[in-house]
């Protein structure tokens, strides 16, 4: 068991690792902090939380650096959260202020939190699988050729351009409007799709085969918003902390390359009840990240909710990065709230 000055010591540890990448000493402990004994003392209990695996000598020295476990006991019971600075608020609402639409705002999001915590940023689009249409607009751009648009009570929009097999005039385009809304609009992603399904096939007027054509488009698009989406950005902060990844960091380059391990890892990570989590070092293993550490918070959007956070080195400033990951989640469910509000 480790005892509560012990866990003092750790807490000393991970802070002056974190800041100086340098192993940490009983005798700078001492320096440093007010712990009223002896460096022989202290000294001791870095024993004992050797003996715990909660620190490590890397090399033949007297310091000692953080594990992964020591880490997580960091994280979950001495970590203190610290209040982003007047400046930091004000670079997050002046990115987030006035975007253009859903992408733009995800954009926004995920550069602000690389620019606030140096690591690489990481959101999860709302998903749209339970969302609800709420309009489809067909706008005729010539007698063949029409523009989609699809709109989602998620704030989820999609805009596609398609050739029609037979000319429609503006008649023709109100009709095959009003049939496709009457079918999907106030329907689930999931459900819309299955009621377009049967439009498909069958071979009767040439404004039906117009109709067909459309209804595979949208069908396709319904599909895309049941995908779940990533965007990120900062990757290019890991070669300037490539010395903080005790081995190749060429795996990490795959995950963000690819989006489909970080979606699963971001989506089955526990958070606590002010819903912020993290993912420490070889707890990442499954996913072939051993070598990273991710820390996120839950964000409110009107279909449910999703994650916003940072990946980087397991040697990062936690209490950092999940304050900042949290301040951009709270002011991102608020964008979404008020643009729910206005529609």
């Given at each position: 068991?480790?005892?509560?000055?012990?866990?003092?010591?750790?807490?000393?540890?991970?802070?002056?690792?974190?800041?100086?990448?340098?192993?940490?000493?009983?005798?700078?402990?001492?320096?440093?902090?007010?712990?009223?004994?002896?460096?022989?003392?202290?000294?001791?209990?870095?024993?004992?939380?050797?003996?715990?695996?909660?620190?490590?000598?890397?090399?033949?020295?007297s310091g000692r650096v953080?594990?992964?476990?020591?880490?997580?006991?960091?994280?979950?019971?001495?970590?203190?959260?610290?209040?982003?600075?007047?400046?930091?608020?004000?670079?997050?609402?002046?990115?987030?202020?006035?975007?253009?639409?859903?992408?733009?705002?995800?954009?926004?999001?995920?550069?602000?939190?690389?620019?606030?915590?140096?690591?690489?940023?990481?959101?999860?689009?709302?998903?749209?699988?339970?969302?609800?249409?709420?309009?489809?607009?067909?706008?005729?751009?010539?007698?063949?050729?029409?523009?989609?648009?699809?709109?989602?009570?998620?704030?989820?929009?999609?805009?596609?351009?398609?050739?029609?097999?037979?000319?429609?005039?503006?008649?023709?385009?109100?009709?095959?409007?009003?049939?496709?809304?009457?079918?999907?609009?106030?329907?689930?992603?999931?459900?819309?799709?299955?009621?377009?399904?049967?439009?498909?096939?069958?071979?009767?007027?040439?404004?039906?085969?117009?109709?067909?054509?459309?209804?595979?488009?949208?069908?396709?698009?319904?599909?895309?918003?049941?995908?779940?989406?990533?965007?990120?950005?900062?990757?290019?902060?890991?070669?300037?902390?490539?010395?903080?990844?005790?081995?190749?960091?060429?795996?990490?380059?795959?995950?963000?390359?690819?989006?489909?391990?970080?979606?699963?890892?971001?989506?089955?990570?526990?958070?606590?009840?002010?819903?912020?989590?993290?993912?420490?070092?070889?707890?990442?293993?499954p996913f072939g990240l051993g070598e990273?550490?991710?820390?996120?918070?839950?964000?409110?959007?009107?279909?449910?909710?999703?994650?916003?956070?940072?990946?980087?080195?397991?040697?990062?400033?936690?209490?950092?990065?999940?304050?900042?990951?949290?301040?951009?989640?709270?002011?991102?469910?608020?964008?979404?709230?008020?643009?729910?509000?206005?529609?």
């Amino acid at each position: 068991m480790v005892s509560e000055r012990g866990l003092q010591v750790l807490r000393a540890i991970v802070q002056d690792y974190v800041e100086t990448h340098e192993p940490v000493g009983s005798r700078s402990i001492v320096d440093r902090y007010s712990f009223g004994v002896s460096a022989a003392t202290i000294r001791n209990d870095m024993a004992l939380l050797e003996d715990e695996e909660l620190i490590t000598a890397p090399h033949t020295s007297s310091g000692r650096v953080p594990t992964d476990k020591g880490y997580r006991v960091f994280v979950d019971h001495l970590a203190q959260l610290r209040p982003l600075s007047v400046a930091q608020r004000t670079a997050i609402e002046s990115f987030l202020t006035a975007p253009t639409d859903l992408d733009d705002l995800m954009v926004r999001t995920v550069r602000v939190l690389t620019q606030l915590t140096g690591q690489v940023a990481l959101a999860q689009y709302p998903s749209f699988a339970r969302a609800h249409i709420t309009h489809l607009e067909l706008v005729a751009l010539a007698p063949n050729r029409v523009l989609i648009v699809l709109v989602t009570d998620a704030g989820g929009v999609s805009q596609r351009l398609t050739p029609l097999p037979v000319d429609v005039d503006e008649a023709d385009t109100a009709l095959l409007r009003a049939r496709l809304s009457a079918l999907i609009t106030g329907q689930a992603v999931s459900d819309a799709a299955e009621r377009l399904q049967n439009l498909v096939a069958g071979d009767e007027q040439p404004r039906d085969a117009a109709l067909r054509t459309i209804a595979a488009v949208v069908i396709e698009e319904l599909g895309e918003f049941r995908q779940e989406r990533l965007v990120m950005a900062g990757a290019a902060t890991l070669a300037r902390r490539e010395q903080d990844f005790r081995g190749s960091i060429h795996p990490i380059l795959e995950a963000i390359e690819e989006q489909m391990t970080l979606l699963r890892l971001m989506g089955e990570m526990v958070t606590d009840e002010h819903g912020l989590g993290a993912s420490i070092g070889t707890e990442n293993e499954p996913f072939g990240l051993g070598e990273a550490s991710i820390v996120a918070s839950n964000y409110a959007a009107p279909s449910g909710t999703a994650r916003v956070g940072v990946m980087g080195p397991t040697r990062m400033d936690y209490p950092s990065n999940l304050a900042a990951a949290r301040a951009v989640a709270r002011y991102l469910s608020r964008m979404l709230d008020e643009d729910e509000a206005g529609r």
